[in-house]
């Protein structure tokens, strides 16, 4: 009989335990695997900065700031879609610093309407943990006046070959620290205006929106892309009264003779095939040649918007304002060579534009 009584007490026991580690192993579930989801405000500056404040989430580390549209329109060869314009990207993080509401500004948001939202993490045994997202913020960004590098300058000292800097973009892809000044190569100089080239590729724009036919210099979308949005973004109004409009030539393609389009009139435009192999600006006159000279770099920021850096020395292949046959334009890959690609490709911008000293 005790026996009896004493196996069901153990049994009672044993269950009363399996209960208890059953619970425990619950919330202790519980606690580690989810993350609250953060509650964000966001107000938007006078002078256009973008402050986000996201509230104390427990168990956060951090909180990554999302924002849909820093991208352009695009479409594709099967029909129209918007290409990275409906695309969040990942403009800040903020790490964990005390108690207090977390708050970051965004400083490089040119004009426009954007969308801002923001999820949590935690770093627990080496391993990220994201929270959901919270709610969508709709902002709209209006900048008055664009900061550009400085409005004063001197150039009348500039040599040719020399790198000069001359308006603003971002370049290091943080948005919080507003925009760098742009390094310009000069090509060539003359009493009253000199012709400069970037330094870096800047952005990741394609020669075309649509996947057509007859596209060149004249009519395809990086045209007025470059001499209305870049203009606008990159240069203060001292800058721009400097920067001139001329008559811009782009000859037929020498590969294949396809036509490089009618005269335009720009403030800003790109490097042609003719160009990239003129001996007067220190290239290589083979076009096929391994011209270190014509290698370049994208920034951080150009890479984040889809310019692929190439190698150890994160080399990538730009655009020329160059067309070529079947829907192509020509371009510099990544070790100097004149090559062509898909007009919808994304390689890397490097601006042209002559700027008046006088």
Not at 49 to 77: H, N, P, Q, R, W
Not at 99 to 118: A, D, H, N
Not at 294 to 300: H, I
């Given at each position: 009989?005790?026996?009896?009584?004493?196996?069901?007490?153990?049994?009672?026991?044993l269950?009363?335990g399996?209960m208890i580690?059953?619970?425990?192993?619950?919330k202790t579930?519980?606690k580690?695997?989810g993350l609250?989801?953060?509650?964000?405000?966001?107000?938007?500056?006078s002078?256009g900065?973008?402050s986000?404040?996201?509230?104390?989430?427990?168990d956060?580390d951090?909180?990554?700031i999302y924002v849909?549209g820093?991208?352009?329109?695009?479409?594709?060869?099967y029909?129209e879609?918007?290409?990275?314009?409906?695309e969040y990207?990942?403009?800040a993080?903020i790490?964990k610093?005390g108690?207090?509401?977390?708050?970051?500004t965004?400083?490089?948001l040119p004009?426009g309407e954007y969308?801002?939202?923001v999820?949590?993490?935690?770093?627990?045994?080496?391993?990220k943990t994201?929270?959901?997202?919270?709610?969508?913020k709709k902002?709209?960004?209006?900048?008055?006046d664009v900061i550009?590098?400085t409005d004063k300058?001197?150039?009348?000292?500039?040599?040719?070959g020399d790198v000069?800097?001359?308006?603003?973009?971002e370049?290091d892809?943080?948005l919080?620290?507003g925009?760098?000044?742009?390094?310009?190569?000069?090509?060539e100089?003359?009493?009253?205006?000199?012709?400069?080239?970037s330094?870096y590729a800047?952005?990741g724009v394609p020669y075309?929106?649509?996947?057509?036919?007859?596209i060149?210099?004249?009519?395809?979308t990086?045209?007025s892309w470059?001499?209305?949005?870049?203009?606008?973004?990159a240069?203060?109004?001292?800058?721009q009264?400097?920067?001139?409009?001329?008559t811009?030539?782009t000859?037929?393609?020498?590969?294949?003779?396809?036509?490089?389009g009618e005269?335009?009139?720009?403030?800003?435009?790109?490097?042609?095939?003719?160009?990239m192999?003129?001996k007067?600006?220190g290239f290589?006159?083979d076009?096929?040649?391994?011209?270190?000279?014509r290698?370049?770099?994208?920034?951080?920021?150009?890479?984040?918007?889809?310019?692929r850096?190439?190698d150890?020395?994160?080399?990538?292949d730009w655009?020329?304002r160059?067309?070529?046959k079947?829907?192509?334009s020509e371009?510099?890959?990544?070790?100097g060579?004149l090559?062509?690609?898909?007009?919808q490709?994304?390689n890397g911008i490097r601006p042209?534009m002559?700027?008046m000293?006088?």
């Amino acid at each position: 009989m005790r026996g009896k009584v004493l196996r069901k007490t153990i049994a009672v026991l044993l269950m009363m335990g399996i209960m208890i580690g059953t619970f425990a192993g619950v919330k202790t579930q519980a606690k580690s695997d989810g993350l609250a989801t953060p509650k964000i405000s966001v107000k938007v500056g006078s002078d256009g900065e973008v402050s986000v404040t996201v509230k104390k989430t427990a168990d956060a580390d951090g909180y990554e700031i999302y924002v849909k549209g820093l991208g352009e329109e695009y479409v594709d060869m099967y029909g129209e879609y918007d290409y990275l314009k409906d695309e969040y990207s990942l403009a800040a993080t903020i790490e964990k610093s005390g108690k207090k509401k977390r708050s970051i500004t965004l400083r490089s948001l040119p004009s426009g309407e954007y969308t801002v939202k923001v999820r949590s993490y935690n770093k627990k045994y080496n391993k990220k943990t994201f929270s959901d997202y919270s709610g969508e913020k709709k902002i709209k960004v209006s900048v008055a006046d664009v900061i550009g590098y400085t409005d004063k300058y001197d150039l009348s000292e500039t040599k040719k070959g020399d790198v000069i800097l001359f308006g603003a973009y971002e370049q290091d892809n943080d948005l919080t620290n507003g925009k760098e000044p742009i390094e310009w190569i000069v090509l060539e100089k003359n009493k009253k205006s000199m012709l400069v080239m970037s330094k870096y590729a800047l952005d990741g724009v394609p020669y075309n929106k649509k996947y057509q036919t007859d596209i060149n210099w004249s009519n395809c979308t990086l045209h007025s892309w470059l001499d209305e949005k870049f203009y606008a973004k990159a240069f203060n109004t001292t800058e721009q009264s400097m920067i001139k409009t001329v008559t811009v030539k782009t000859p037929d393609n020498a590969y294949d003779g396809e036509f490089g389009g009618e005269d335009t009139e720009d403030r800003i435009f790109i490097p042609s095939m003719s160009d990239m192999t003129k001996k007067e600006y220190g290239f290589s006159t083979d076009f096929a040649a391994r011209d270190g000279k014509r290698v370049c770099v994208p920034t951080a920021y150009a890479v984040a918007r889809g310019v692929r850096a190439w190698d150890e020395e994160g080399v990538c292949d730009w655009t020329l304002r160059t067309a070529g046959k079947n829907r192509t334009s020509e371009s510099v890959d990544r070790s100097g060579v004149l090559v062509r690609y898909d007009i919808q490709a994304n390689n890397g911008i490097r601006p042209m534009m002559y700027i008046m000293i006088e």
